[in-house]
Nanobody, 115 residues
Framework: QVQLVESGGGLVQTGGSLRLSCSAS????????VGWYRQVPGKQRELVAFIPGVSSTKYADSVKGRFTISRDNAKNTVYLQMNSLKSEDTAVYYC?????????WGQGTQVTVSS
């Protein structure tokens, strides 16, 4: 059974930084697609950053140059380093993984950026 557990969300001021972590069981991050999505009330969940396979990364245009996704294969953990945070980054952030054609999601962690 695949389980994804996020941590690291919280309240931060505009311009600040946070690092989200997603630890996994039942799936090997190094050989499966993993990523981060976010959602605000009343809007669709949107892609933030994604590692589609063994290498390469993809980012939403709104976070390019500010956010960095990375993966620690030894810890089976994926991170999202968020810098220069803006109020519009406020959302619930979800860890995502794809294994054998099945989507898996974490429970979400709230990120709130205050001005």
């Amino acid at each position: 059974q695949v389980q994804l557990v996020e941590s690291g969300g919280g309240l931060v001021q505009t311009g600040g930084s946070l690092r989200l972590s997603c630890s996994a069981s039942g799936i090997i991050f190094s050989i499966n697609a993993v990523g981060w999505y976010r959602q605000v009330p009343g809007k669709q969940r949107e892609l933030v950053a994604f590692i589609p396979g063994v290498s390469s990364t993809k980012y939403a245009d709104s976070v390019k140059g500010r956010f960095t996704i990375s993966r620690d294969n030894a810890k089976n953990t994926v991170y999202l380093q968020m810098n220069s945070l803006k109020s519009e980054d406020t959302a619930v952030y979800y860890c995502y993984a794809l294994k054998n054609g099945v989507d898996y999601w974490g429970q979400g962690t709230q990120v709130t950026v205050s001005s």
